[in-house]
């Protein structure tokens, strides 16, 4: 089980030049762009489209497509410090703007030379969004209930069933979906597959409506006799499960450092509101309820920064970090509802309120205690590695 200590000399806290100057580029983007529109787009629960554009146009999207292909080629490390301050704006916005990372992820991890050919150019040239077909209404956390079917037929596969709960379905050029090539075979009949979503028997269902993140899109479509070629395959068939764990080990720091970004605003809001806000003649801030809260706050996020860094830099090792991943996602999610709950608190009634930032950012928080495996599925990776550990 590897640790920030066993993994020899090496570690430092200090960011370099390029990765200040990166951070600094986000953060800026986050506070002049993302944040004047992010209450207008939650309310609308418009798909921003615009500031995805400038996103791109400031090469703070698609930063892990290789440098062999026209890309950053941006470590995980740095990944996550953008995806921090993107949330830290809005979360909506910035899974928006990120979620090409988890769409991506499968070409990036699986694809030969051709398919990344194929499929990474095109998110550089322009603004494209790709998804990550996984989640079904009957199969979530529990991929093996995956009922999409995928059945070889010469050089073409025919896919059916269908999918949810997809980050940027419906705006997305392409989709990686996971399919059952074997149903008799569990998780080793699973494969999976890159389908254009412009493709004939494609069908978009319905945009769903949440409580948080709103200015994100989620959708749920339909694949009913949707013909691709079999070289849209990633990997070998019945390698779709590997693949996809190994995608969320990738992307699920990612998410974390979202999360992280989301309780620190938060904190900030609530830091300001404490000094600014008095009763009983004195700032709230005097208050030991509330500066013992406060302190709560920033000792817990820096903690799953921490987190976050450590499973990022074990990942851009080379080490295996499916612990260490579920250790970050765990902890940063459940932080962020404690803090933006937390926030609200500091508030008090004014908290609860529209025309206050912290009511959006609880709501907003909630999410990522759910998507990309939930708290509970995090806690059983981490017991599973624990007891059943399969080495660095």
Not at 55 to 80: D, K
Not at 169 to 182: E, L, N, Q, R, S
Not at 327 to 351: E, H, I, L, N, P
Request: aromatic letters at 8%; hydrophobic letters at 40%; charged letters at 20%.
């Amino acid at each position: 089980m590897a640790t920030i200590e066993s993994v020899g000399t090496g570690v430092s806290f200090a960011l370099t030049d390029e990765q200040r100057s990166l951070r600094a580029l986000a953060r800026e983007f986050a506070a002049k762009e993302i944040r004047p529109k992010a209450a207008e787009y939650d309310e609308h629960q418009t798909h921003p489209a615009d500031l995805v554009a400038k996103a791109h146009e400031l090469g703070l999207m698609n930063v892990h497509v290789p440098e062999s292909l026209g890309g950053l080629g941006l470590s995980t490390f740095e990944g996550i410090l953008v995806g921090e301050e993107l949330n830290w704006g809005c979360s909506g916005i910035g899974t928006s703007i990120g979620a090409n990372g988890l769409g991506a992820g499968p070409v990036i991890i699986a694809g030969t030379e051709e398919q990344q050919a194929t499929w990474l150019p095109p998110l550089l040239e322009e603004p494209i969004l790709c998804s990550f077909g996984l989640s079904e209404p009957e199969a979530g956390s529990d991929v093996v209930k995956l009922k999409t079917t995928a059945q070889r037929r010469g050089d073409e596969y025919v896919l059916n069933g269908s999918k949810t709960f997809i980050t940027n379905a419906g705006h997305a050029a392409w989709t990686v979906i996971f399919a059952k090539t074997d149903p008799g075979k569990g998780h080793k009949g699973i494969s999976a597959f890159v389908v254009p979503m412009d493709t004939p028997g494609v069908e978009l269902e319905k945009h769903l409506d949440k409580m948080g993140q709103r200015s994100t899109d989620t959708s749920a479509f339909a694949l009913t006799d949707v013909v691709i070629p079999a070289a849209n395959r990633l990997g070998e068939e019945g390698e779709g499960f590997k693949i996809a764990m190994q995608t969320l080990d990738f992307t699920r720091p990612g998410t974390a450092a979202g999360a992280v970004g989301v309780a620190q605003a938060a904190f900030e809001y609530a830091v300001e509101y404490a000094k600014q806000r008095v009763t009983f003649d004195v700032p709230i801030a005097m208050h030991q309820g509330v500066s013992f809260m406060i302190a709560d706050m920033a000792t817990e996020i820096e903690a799953a920064r921490l987190l976050c860094w450590q499973a990022a830099w074990l990942h851009d090792r080379g080490e295996r970090a499916t612990l260490q991943s579920s250790f970050a996602k765990r902890f940063s999610a459940d932080t962020a509802m404690k803090v933006t709950t937390d926030a609200v608190q500091v508030f008090g009634g004014y908290g609860y309120m529209k025309e206050y930032p912290v009511e959006k950012l609880m709501r907003d928080a909630k999410l990522f205690q759910i998507y990309e495996g939930t708290s509970q599925i995090q806690r059983l990776v981490i017991a599973k590695e624990i007891f059943l550990p399969r080495g660095g």
